[in-house]
């Protein structure tokens, strides 16, 4: 594992215990609306996927989620009836989908790893990858799309979300003062403890790998900030991506 994925797993952790939103499962609540077909499935900030980006019969597929820990996008899926498998580098992660999945009693495969390395999972064997934004955490991202490939059925589908580099241009989010790309390794300048090691990707970049991986781009959207300058200016900072896999 490499050195800054380590530091960034220690860093989710104690993001988690903080009570941080993208590691908060679900309540009862909204369990019970998941499993009659009324939830909110995020990649990106604020605005959930449209439901006609998941199969029309989830029940049965199976789906991985790529750094999707939290007890979130893998809890909605499985209470669908999808045969669900974690892999999240950070344990406080997996120990919120575990935990939800006893108490809602749903089973679901936890695999501690970095999805920076090679997947520990056979050729063709999901339906479905679901991946929230996470890439920005990972330095060089084309190993990662390409084992997407590697592990996805042909004609299987990627739904991933990318930060697309707005938040890195200005540490106040009122003056541009970053050069891009953000990257602390080559500049050690810019690492910040409290966000520990986060990397700048373009748009151009993200899907250009996504194309080269022989991925089909069947929609995307834009989203923003949940609060601050750039929200309030209605500058994007994500985008959400639904792909096809053409093998």
């Known amino acids: 594992m490499k050195d800054y994925v380590s530091q960034n797993a220690r860093m989710f952790d104690s993001w988690v215990e903080e009570g941080w939103e993208y590691g908060t499962p679900l309540n009862p609540e909204q369990c019970q609306r998941a499993r009659q077909g009324d939830y909110s499935l995020c990649l990106t900030s ?10 029309q019969k989830l029940a049965g597929k199976k789906v991985l989620g790529l750094a999707a820990g939290g007890g979130q996008q893998m809890a909605i899926l ?5 045969r669900c498998t974690l892999i ?16 809602e009693g749903y089973a679901i495969r936890l695999v501690k790893g970095d999805i920076s390395e090679p997947l520990p999972f056979a050729d063709d064997e999901f339906d479905l990858i679901v991946a929230p934004v996470s890439l920005c955490y990972i ?23 990318f930060d697309i580099g707005t938040n890195y241009l200005s540490r106040d989010q009122v003056h541009i003062d970053t050069e891009l790309p953000y990257d602390p390794i080559a500049k050690p300048e810019q690492y910040d403890e409290d966000d520990g090691y986060q990397f700048s990707h373009t748009v151009g970049e993200q899907l250009s790998a996504l194309l080269r991986a ?8 834009d989203d923003y900030n949940s609060a601050g300058r750039l929200k309030e200016l209605h500058i994007p900072s994500f985008l959400a991506v639904k792909a096809i896999l053409r093998k």
């Open 46 to 55: 604020t605005i959930p996927v449209p439901k006609t980006w998941l199969p």
């Open 214 to 221: 022989s991925f089909q781009i069947a929609d995307l959207f």
């Open 88 to 103: 999240d580098i950070s344990a406080a992660q997996l120990n919120a989908d575990k935990a939800l999945a006893e108490r």
């Open 78 to 82: 499985s209470l669908l009836g999808a």
């Open 139 to 161: 330095r060089f991202i084309d190993p990662v799309i390409n084992e997407c490939a590697r592990v996805l059925k042909s004609g299987g589908v990627l739904l991933i979300g």
